[in-house]
């Protein structure tokens, strides 16, 4: 299956994020950072990531989640809402290996 459980979306919103390994946790911990206004990765926070991702990954991790975030205040200035594509329970066919 691809991308998260309800239980991961119950968690993460929560701030749960011991449900999660390593990289995943150091993964949504930069995620979080870069959300804030003003961003900032501490260099704890930095070296943790370090130990799970090439600095190649993170300049892509970065740019995505920097996207997101972008669309996110975008959204805002024109009250975009959801467009409801999340429903609780839904589950997505495993792809096939090419």
Known sequence: MFGLSDDEITAISRGDFQVFQG?????????????????????ELYAELRRHFSEEQLIE???????????????????????GLYRKGLRFKHRKAA
């Open 23 to 43: 990289s995943e946790i150091a993964l949504l911990r930069m995620a979080e950072a870069l959300a804030d206004t003003p961003a900032n990765v501490s260099a």
């Open 61 to 83: 991790l970065a740019a995505s989640a920097a996207q997101e975030n972008f669309r996110a205040r975008y959204n805002r200035v024109f009250d975009v809402g959801s467009d």
